[in-house]
């Protein structure tokens, strides 16, 4: 939200930005200037990236009464109000939900207009709405405009590692996933081994580094506030995530990342940059896959595309079309 918020004013600098939808896990850092006004004020909203036109693969129902809770209702009030949005590098799909999906097309028939973050995302729009909508872009993640387009290994350190990693240890997969982990690391220890939390009171994060902890030599990186969180993790030379921002913001700053990912929406991202290989997912892993993978990857920098790159700027050209037309 910070980087879209940078965008607008850098379009405008005298438009003031509100995000009625914030977090609050995010208010209390006061990382934004946000202002406690009606929508019926505002000459138009953007709905910016993030993976929120998807459901997760299990609570479906939970994140169904959420997305029309905390978009459908808002986006209604913006048409009430005749206020113009724009949709802008989401990620689409799956939703299965018949009554959730007629919720999100009624958002994508009245936007001005649309950007998608990946090609998948526009054949779920298209299964479920046939030609019912009008042009969609498909760009890339917003995040992915700060990447260099070239290795700059100056501020990584390879010689760490940063697990972040959360999930249930009592279940198989992922128990079988921390102790070849464990196991590698034994084997391997040049490394210096760091915790990374994303998150103030993530318990499957903390029962996580604590399991790790009784095995394993290693350090944990506290969660301060987001913009820390992005520093730290742009001096690390290789990150292992479960998670799809983390995985983001690594291969932007040239890191080697390896991702064991839990939704389908984070394959989708390796597989726009041609690196689908560094994901490891599914009921079979085991030490000698994850070793192999430990093997190929750990400090090989990921280098986005230039092309990628500006597929993610052009969804800034989209917003400054539609701030003008305001």
Known sequence: MQLYQRWIKEIRSDVN????????????????????????????????????????????????????????????????????????????????????????????????????????????IKAYYGENIDEIEVTADSVISIAHSRVNLNDQDFAKVGLHLSGNIKENSYNNLLNSIIEYFKLNNEYQILFIRDR??????????????????????????????????????????????????????????????????????????????RCIYGNEINYNLIKSKLDKYLNKPIVIDENIINSALHNKTMIERFIENL
């Open 17 to 124: 930005v509100i995000i009625p939808t914030l977090p609050d896990e995010l208010s209390r850092y006061n990382l934004y200037q946000n202002e406690d006004v009606h929508l019926s004020v505002c000459h138009g909203a953007i709905l910016c990236g993030g993976g929120y036109f998807g459901e997760p693969d299990s609570g479906i129902w939970k994140w169904g009464f959420k997305f029309v809770d905390r978009h459908y209702f808002k986006v209604r009030e913006l048409i009430k109000y005749d206020i113009p949005y724009l949709i802008n590098g989401v990620g689409f799909g799956p939703i299965t939900n018949r009554i959730t999906r007629m919720c999100a097309y009624r958002i994508l028939n009245e936007a001005e207009s649309i950007s998608v973050r990946d090609n998948e995302s526009l054949e779920f």
């Open 200 to 277: 103030v009171d993530a318990k499957d994060q903390i029962e996580t580094y604590q399991y790790l902890k009784e095995k394993l030599d290693i350090d944990q990186i506290d969660y301060i506030n987001p913009n820390k969180l992005i520093d730290n993790i742009s001096t690390i030379g290789n990150i292992i995530t479960s998670k799809l921002h983390v995985g983001i913001l690594g291969a932007c700053k040239n890191s080697s990342v390896i991702s064991f990912p839990k939704h389908n929406k984070t394959i989708r991202f390796y597989n726009q940059i041609g690196e689908a290989d």
